[in-house]
């Protein structure tokens, strides 16, 4: 390619790129019948874009880049190749002399490329395949060529060439013998001009070295049509049988060949270990899981029911009931009517969007309960966001690792002081008790008075074990043993819990499961759709699965991005003329937003904005509420920064914009506050 444009070696790499890529396009897997374009996309592949490797084209100037109005409107290059998933070229800018990736383009696909301007260095492709380290081909390699292909006895080639063998002192050496320079002759293969003139060279291209073959029977005549692939004496040689080799070379042996047996344990190294880098992309949390979990949620029971992974959940989930006493089968009292209960099916997902827990609930269908019979206090303490960020700002001042516990069927625990009846989950009734009712003695979740349960429980644990309760903060506890501190911040089932000594941290496991059963999440990394990345020097917070997931949910994968959530002059008005759009998807978008102003101040305030929207929402409002989530996409990945190395100091910012809002005249306020640089509200 690269002699045919009369090009120089120093666009070699461009060359290879350029083959690859029609390769990929035109060569035919013979297995499938298909080209690689073809397996891959499931479509034939378009060929009209197709260029010659370095035709002359013509690179035509966007308007700002003319320097006049009668400036040209183009510039000469050469085509050099295609940029992967775009419709831009790779071209040689004559005239900057670069190589840049260009658009607007026109190639001529059938001229003659005009003559060199390189130095004849530049040409010298022999040089190049030399640096290349190519091992040299030994007189032994070359007669098992000739042995596999015809063997020595094969009379079907009447005529053989013995191919001259170069090594590194000049000396001449064939696969018969000592060379015989004196019944050689030269053949130059170079077409038309180089079977009349031997010694012309292509541009300013040395004259190559001559290929030289020996005849081995009738002289010169023979040699010609051999080297020209005209003689017709000449068989072609069978199609090669395919051979099963049974005896590797040790040298295709990876490892260690006399080693004994290694356990995949023993094999693992930090460094050179394949199933590390399996672990670190997370591809072996997929193989893990693919098998043991189920990939889809069912609709309902029925659905459920055919699959063995989600039959398995529901029946851990009945025998935890069993397990902790939560009901018993009795006949239903006059006066009392039960509540219903139904199967609620979620595939759980990590960080990596990895299904790696079926998780099911059996929940009361609380609705049908009425105040004052059913249940009288339902209030329980639930931690703010705030109270969660303070938490995270605290741990990275003082510098102790966070870590996370779950209890496993929390509402469980909690004892129902009313009277309840609840019916028998469906699909698994008695059949020999199928008019019975199940009289609670533990709560359930979908129960009104189920959190206040869980909580009164939890808490007289905590303190019945040395804890103190936060004052303000009901959900926050504190434990004190001499200069080290452990604190715990609960939020329904979910605990986070630190300390400035391990060996408290350890305790409190050992507390908390001496009554409960719970399951240790490790170092806290993913709590309330918040991502925590605990480092040495600090923690990140952020919600990127979150963006992720509400842009997939809203199908604005696909769309533009943007720069700024919203434009300094919106000019969005409450009553503006407009089309109305479906309040539904107004709402829904507008809460997913308000979540992710736990971690993003970034689009506080134009959310804020477009929740006042929400009774009458139109076109102009909708377009505001998509430019935040294209905001979004352009920005998935800003994050708070709780560093170590900073005070404790707390900050309060303040301003407002007295009369400025162009809605209903009143003042725009807001605010935030630090503790020493850490931004914890606003």
Known sequence: MLSDAKLPVTFWAEAVNTACHVLNIVLVVKRHSKTCYELINNRLPNLDYLVPFGSPCSLFLQYKDRQSKFHAKAVEGIFLGYVANSPCKRVYNIRTRTVEEWFDLDC?????????????????????????NLPDLSA????????????????????????????????????????????????????????????????????????????SSSGTQEMGELSMNLDSEIQEPNVLETRVHRNHPIDNIIGDPYAGVQTRHRTITENTSLYIGILDTGVMETCLHAAFVSQLEPKNVKEALTDNCWIEAMQDELSQFQKLHVWYLVDLPKGFQPIGTRWVFKCKTNDRQVVVKNKERLVVQGFY???GLDYTKVYAPVARIEAIRLFLAYATYVGFKVYQLDVKSAFL????????????????????????VYKLDKELYGLHQAPRAWYETLSKHLLSNGFDRGQIDLTLFIRKAGGDILLVQVYVDDIIFGSTNEGMCREFEKVMKS??????????SFFLGLQVSQREDGIYLHQTKYVQDILSKYKMNDSSTYGTPIPV??????????????????HGMIRSLMYLTASRP?????????????????????????????????KPQLRLWYSKQQSFDFKAYTDSDYGSCNLDRKSTSGGCQFLGGRLVSW
């Not at 001529?108 to 190049?128: M, N, Q, R, V």
């Not at 625990?413 to 019975?436: A, L, M, S, W």
């Not at 000019?571 to 109305?580: A, F, T, V």
């Not at 477009?610 to 996409?633: D, G, T």
């Open 108 to 132: 001529s696909k059938h001229s003659i490329p005009p003559e060199p301007t390189c130095p004849t260095w530049g040409f010298d492709y022999d040089a190049l395949f030399k640096s290349f």
């Open 602 to 634: 970034d689009i506080m305030f134009v959310v804020c904005l477009c929740s006042r929207f929400q009774s009458q929402p139109n076109e102009s409002h909708m377009i505001a509420v998509k430019r935040i989530f294209r905001y979004l996409k352009g």
């Open 369 to 371: 309960q009425q105040e």
């Open 140 to 215: 032994v390699d070359a007669a098992n060529v000739y042995e596999l292909l015809g063997g020595s006895d094969d009379s079907s080639f009447s005529t053989r060439a013995n191919v001259p063998i170069i090594t590194p002192d000049s000396n001449v050496a064939s696969a018969s013998g000592t060379y015989d320079s004196d019944k050689s002759e030269d053949v130059h293969v170079g077409g038309d001009d180089a079977q009349t003139n031997p010694n012309k060279t292509v541009g300013n291209e040395a004259p190559a070295d001559p290929i030289t073959i020996e005849s």
């Open 515 to 524: 009554k409960f059963e719970m399951s240790n999440m490790g170092e806290l």
């Open 413 to 436: 625990y909690g004892k129902v002081h009313e009277e309840v009846y609840v019916t028998q989950p469906p699909g698994f009734e008695d059949p020999y008790n199928i008019n019975k």
């Open 569 to 586: 002059n919106h000019g969005l008005h409450p009553y503006k003329d407009g089309k109305d759009v479906d309040s539904r998807l107004y």
